[in-house]
């Protein structure tokens, strides 16, 4: 009996055959550079049991099939001896980068399923991908692996050459960047000139790009709807609107002189729009395990289903990330509303028939 066996015997419920199931059908997962990931698996938490390796993919997916665990990671980084222990012993080759997006779960919000959680966590994905690694960071569509997590979140993996030997400490770096929480004024406007008379404030002009030419879009923004501003200004800017929009856009920000804790206002809405809040320490951790694409996730059942932009824009996980056909009854201690695969059900206490894969999601979240 291996360690795994052990956990089983105690926690293993019915769904845990139909995750065997699916691993044992002709489903292909299939994990890049697999000799030199370590990998994790979970019975009773994400992650049990490290340190395991395997040199095949059907070494892999006979695992899942024989032993079938209910979470499955892998390492971010590739490691000569991806089973050594300690760590240091693996030694690390390269690393992916990887983002972590997830929202956490909220009193009031459907505690099977909150669709409005997933979908804010998925603009927050799209704008990470569209406006920070594509267009600050130059990266291309083909370098990204974008994966709904299984649960509440996504990943999104890059496996660009390029970011495989970052530091952890460059790692970080970035993760700053995208959530903007070390920006400040001094960062974005700076003045020039002797003396105080001959003071300018220089900032972000339209030639800008990234959180500058945010920055200046909120600023805009600000001029057409001002408020904390001292009555003199407000009646200047409101005589001088055109001109002040004009030297603003051309890196001219002399109207907020004086003002400067205007421009605080504007750097915090700015912050609060523009930035992706992401899990830092999966980010800058190049020995963290990240779940396997194409597996299953132990608290819903779900696919943590690998996504092109295309599919993210409408993704529905009660619709898209199940794997589990056909209906079956449930008992249910109290009566649950959910929107499920486009239909929106009320399902009443006592005996319900429910989609196969919605009656896994329940009793993977303990609900039935
Ligand atoms: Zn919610």
Redesign the pocket.
Known sequence: MTEIDDLNNVNRLNYLQLFKKFYASNVQINVDSIGQREFGVGIDKKINFRHKSFSTQREFQQFLSNETPRFVSHSVGRFEFPWVQPMEKKTLLSADLIFDLD?KP?EG??QAF?H??VDKTRGDTIKLVEDFLLRDFGLSQSDLLIVFSGSKGFHVHVRAASVQQLSSASRRLLVDYITGHELTVDNLVTKRGIGNRATTLHGPSESTTGWRAEFLNCALAYLNNPFELQKKKENYLKAHLADVVHLLKNGNWDFFHGSEEVLQLILEKTIQTHGVQVDSPVTFDVHRLIRVPGTLHGDTGFLAKPLSMASLSNFDATRDATVFKGKTKITLPSSLALKFDNESLELLIGENEVPLSLAVLLTCRGMV
């Open positions: 929202s909220e919000h459907n909150c409005n959680c």
